[in-house]
């Protein structure tokens, strides 16, 4: 018996209902995304209020919540949605579709069930597709990984994490993200 697995694109991603569920498209596959918890929530927040606060007193484009994704990939198509991202003033297109291309920072906040395989493939997918910076945030050992395309950095608790030249003058204490 043969099954046909029908690849979807991410105008089919859009049009979906908008039910409880939310999806991620990789290579024109859907990925459902389960609720995350409070923690992970919290920590996301935390992040995205703070880039938010910072990109908009400095006028330095756009930064944009959980909900949002990223078009990274066509034919087949790869559709992802970070937890908090930034998008440089030069590179900030109006869409009521997903952002054609990807964030110039994406934060991706870990939760119980991503394994180590999963992580490091969409780190990977976003620098591949042009992210400068992935900042991956570790709830239960209260660490960042930073990776670039040419480096990657781990921060621990007393560290600061910083937007360095993809996010000029933005710093947030890595404490604060983890405080109850």
């Known amino acids: 018996m043969t099954v046909d697995t029908r690849l979807i694109t991410a105008e089919e991603l859009l049009a979906m209902p908008r039910g409880g569920q939310r999806y991620e498209l990789v290579d024109g596959e859907l990925i459902a995304m389960s609720p995350s918890g409070a923690d992970h929530g919290d920590i996301a927040l935390t992040i995205g209020a703070h880039l938010k606060q910072h990109v908009h007193s400095h006028r330095l484009g756009k930064a944009y919540a959980a909900e949002t994704g990223f078009l990274i990939g066509r034919n087949p198509d790869t ?50 597709a042009g992210t400068r910076m992935v900042v991956v945030v570790d709830p239960e050992t209260q660490t960042a990984t930073v990776h670039t395309p040419l480096t990657t950095r781990r921060l621990a608790i007393d560290d600061t994490l910083d937007g360095g030249d993809v996010v000029p003058g933005w710093s947030l204490p890595l404490r604060e993200v983890f405080e109850p």
């Open 79 to 128: 559709v992802r949605a970070p937890d908090a991202a930034f998008v440089r003033n030069e590179r900030v297109v109006r869409v009521a579709t997903f952002f054609p291309g990807p964030p110039d920072l994406a934060v991706e906040v870990l939760s119980p069930s991503d394994t180590a395989s999963e992580v490091e493939s969409k780190v990977r997918q976003w620098l591949d």
